[in-house]
């Protein structure tokens, strides 16, 4: 994409430093304030004058489009390409915002159907099973008939299974999916082919159709419904012909939400293995819980599972323990996010009869890739702690030698792509910010003036851009200095900074564009020293009790 196609967006709100929500009041001051400095009459040397013009018509152009109805609500939904549109072939001049909120929706909702015309989301899930149990057998004699080592143990693959779906939308009621798979096990193998159509049949509810061919020919149907605000159901049958003649199966799920993150399921399962089971999860931003009793045949359990979430790590933590009739299964493992759009896997599952296994799975994007590593067939320590130890090892390895420089890399080559591509607009802003601080400070002196006499609100030392600490040991070229700027905007000894970036304030610019940036303040308050640092996107409302500096 080059740069004819792709402009830095103005943000006219926080041009004026008003909220997205202000009345036309506040933005008519915000624009009086500004015109106070840039007005062109206001300078009588002919640059200033010039200068001056610039930023007035900028000012002006944001007034205009934000005490503007119409404007306004094309601005908020479609930015200022929106407004760029000649001859408004989007909407008419007649139209109230409203019409027009629902005429930007109408179009949107098209827009949404051809993009879904043209999407067939496919899904694939590769599982290759691998029988290592000889690596921790406790049968293998340690020496041969020779008196030698044994020889070494074999790690073989099982089996291996290959499943693959896509979906066709037809319009955005109904949806065509096709799904199939390929398994292989000890030699033998098999596979299916399944065909389903969805339609939504209402705002509450949906139903679909499934056919498949494989060992033999099923029919299923489904259907989901919601009963009330916090009850759903959702009920299926499927008609199975083989060889052996038909089989009839039902399922019939029936939840509701007990509170905010709880959430209760009763499921029937009738059919060649009936049961019924009763699921209860909750689902915080912390944590995520798991109970689940089963009474059937040919067997029945109980299970529990937690899932800790780190957001700060990207990660979460996961415990389960099932028991029942045909034994116990302890599980424990560790998700990690190791890139945008990959994400990586481990569990150790440990029970009776089943043994020891460790589970790796890695994820990118709709892809799964599954390799169950059947470790031993009996519970012993040694298998235990090198299938725990050694995977996360490995992963911690393989992230700071490979993953991370590798995602910093590219980070690094995105930034300056985007910055090479818009080289010449932040030239320009730059030299926008210089110029609106040149001409503030006349206003800042008569500010500061007017502070010191009250003994209100003095901004003295204020810097934005690129992480600082608080003893300013990193001022580079990544930083500006803003403390005009921003005494510019202290009223009645407050200053308020509403959310958004900073870069679009009047005398700012971005100095290290796709970088994390932030703005730290020094300033006096009653004669008092105060600090404060908050990052770009961060709303600031000063002075505050809590940026007084320590003694």
């Known amino acids: 994409m080059d740069e004819d196609n792709e402009h830095l967006e103005e943000d ?6 008003v909220p997205k929500k202000a009345p036309q009041e506040e933005i008519t001051n915000a624009y009086r304030r500004l015109s106070r400095i840039y007005h062109p009459d206001k300078h009588t040397d002919p640059l200033r004058k010039k200068e001056a013009e610039v930023l007035f018509n900028k000012t002006k152009k944001a007034y205009e489009v934000l005490s503007d109805a119409h404007k306004r609500a094309i601005y908020d939904n479609l930015g200022t390409k929106g407004l760029e549109t000649e001859g408004w072939e989007i909407v008419q001049r007649t139209k109230t915002p409203q019409e027009i909120r629902e005429e930007y929706e109408r179009l949107a909702q098209q827009k949404e159907e051809r993009r879904l015309l043209q999407r067939t989301n496919p899904k694939s899930s590769i599982t290759v099973s691998i029988d290592a149990t000889e690596l921790f057998s406790p049968y293998e004699d340690e020496y041969d008939e020779f008196g030698g080592s044994s020889s070494f143990p ?75 605000r916090r009850t759903f159901t959702n009920i299926s049958g499927i008609i199975t012909s083989t060889d052996r003649g038909i089989t009839l199966g039902f399922v019939s799920t029936l939840a509701h939400q007990l509170d905010k993150n709880t959430v209760g399921y009763l499921t029937y399962k009738g059919g060649g293995a009936s049961s019924m089971s009763t699921m209860l999860v909750r689902d915080t931003e912390r944590y995520r819980t798991q109970a689940n009793i089963v009474l059937g045949i040919p067997h029945s359990f109980i299970s529990i599972s937690y899932c800790h979430k780190l957001e700060k790590h990207n990660g979460r933590l996961r415990g389960a323990l099932k028991a029942g009739t045909f034994g116990a299964i302890v599980e424990y493992g560790l998700e990690r996010k190791v890139s945008e759009h990959s994400s990586l896997a481990l569990a150790m599952s440990v029970g009776v009869p089943t043994g020891v296994m460790l589970k790796i799975k890695l994820s990118r994007g709709n892809q799964a890739y599954n390799f169950p590593i059947h470790l031993c067939e009996e519970v012993l320590p040694s298998p235990i702690f090198y299938g725990t130890v050694a995977p996360l090892v490995a992963l911690i390895i393989v992230r700071r030698l490979i993953v991370e420089p590798y995602m910093q890399q590219q980070k690094a080559k995105d930034i300056e792509r985007h910055r090479a591509m818009h080289h010449s607009q932040m030239m320009t802003r730059r030299r926008e910010a210089e110029i609106a601080i040149d001409l503030m400070k006349e206003t800042y002196r008569r500010i500061i003036d007017d502070e010191e006499n009250r003994k209100g609100l003095i901004v003295t030392k204020a810097v934005y851009g690129k992480w600082i600490d608080l003893n300013h040991r990193d001022l580079n070229d990544a930083l500006t200095d803003v403390t005009i700027p921003l005494q510019c905007l202290v009223k009645d000894s407050k200053l308020i900074l509403h959310e958004g970036s900073k870069s679009q304030l009047p005398g700012f610019y971005d100095p290290c564009m796709g970088e994390d940036k932030s703005l730290y303040v020094q300033y006096s308050f009653h004669g008092v020293p105060h ?7 961060d709303s600031l409302r000063i002075p505050k009790q809590s940026h007084r500096k320590q003694t």
Do not use: C, H
């Open 531 to 537: 600090e404060v640092t908050v990052q770009d996107a």
């Open 154 to 228: 074999s790690i073989d693959v099982k089996g291996m299974s290959f499943s693959q779906s896509i979906e066709a939308p037809l319009t955005l009621k109904d949806t065509a999916f096709m799904s199939g798979n390929l398994s292989t096990q000890r030699g033998t193998g098999g596979g299916s082919v399944n065909v389903s159509l969805r339609r939504i049949t209402s705002p509450e509810g949906w139903a679909e159709v499934d056919l498949g061919f494989g060992s033999g020919l099923s029919l299923s149907a489904k259907g989901f419904r919601n009963l009330t």
């Open 12 to 17: 006219f709100y926080q041009f004026l430093n």
